[in-house]
């Protein structure tokens, strides 16, 4: 079966601290793999994905295949980081997500 | 474009009454997708659509769940006879490849 685990709940960082948000997967095949973020009370939105090997806000991930990882980086934490994140995993019909990790930014 | 659009964005019913969400696609995406998301859990996948063709559908989604997209511009989901259990966030995305979902608003539906 197919499954996304993200680990942490959630994660407090002090601001200017790195942070490093933990996805591992089970998936058939080469899945595409994905990092959704959620900022409060505004809408699921695009992160990064693996395909395009881009940093966006600072973040990064890399794909660990030998570990089915795909753990998300960011040197330094910002305030304005706190929010919702989703690691997926999956192709054209679909996604699967993991559970979400809460990132608590502490200034 | 302003994005996935849905509608209604809250709906409250009694239980066993039937209940029906809209969502408008970005226009140019031609895949379509309908995901459930509970507190505490990241969305579920509850089906697809690449065009007006539903090519893949949840075995977790039950026989009073249907979805539509007739033309393949908007699509519908509606949930006959609803269950307590089915109070969640009822999430649409759409997608012209592999890139990556837009993701709409959602539309919360709380069975009373």
């Known amino acids: 079966a197919q499954r996304v685990t993200q680990p942490e709940k959630l994660l407090s960082v002090f601001k200017g601290a790195p942070v490093e948000l933990k996805c591992n997967y089970s998936?058939?095949?080469?899945?595409?793999l994905f990092w959704y973020v959620q900022y409060s009370r505004q809408r699921l939105q695009l992160l990064l994905r693996?395909?395009s090997r881009e940093s966006i806000k600072g973040f990064t991930a890399d794909l660990n295949k030998g570990e089915t990882s795909f753990h998300l980086k960011k040197p330094f934490a910002q305030e304005e980081d706190s929010a919702m994140y989703y690691c997926?995993?999956?192709?054209?019909?679909?996604?699967?997500f993991g559970t979400g990790t809460k990132l608590q930014v502490i200034p | 474009d302003t994005g996935v659009s849905q509608d209604p964005r809250h709906k409250i019913t009694k239980r066993g009454q039937n209940v029906t969400f809209r969502c408008d696609p970005i226009?140019?995406?031609?895949?379509l997708y309908w995901y459930r998301q509970t507190l505490g859990q990241g969305p579920e996948f509850l089906t697809y659509?690449?065009?007006?063709?539903?090519?893949?559908k949840s075995r977790l989604l039950s026989d009073r769940f249907s979805a539509e997209r007739p033309k393949g511009s908007f699509s519908t989901l509606e949930i006959q006879r609803t269950e307590q259990g089915d109070s969640a966030m009822y999430l649409c995305?759409?997608?012209?490849?592999?890139?990556?979902?837009?993701f709409g608003s959602g539309t919360r539906l709380t069975v009373v």
């Open positions: 998936y058939s095949g080469s899945p595409e």
């Open positions: 997926g995993a999956g192709g054209y019909q679909k996604v699967t």
């Open positions: 995305a759409s997608s012209a490849n592999l890139y990556g979902y837009t």
């Open positions: 659509f690449q065009n007006e063709a539903q090519l893949e």
């Open positions: 693996h395909i």
């Open positions: 226009s140019e995406h031609n895949r």
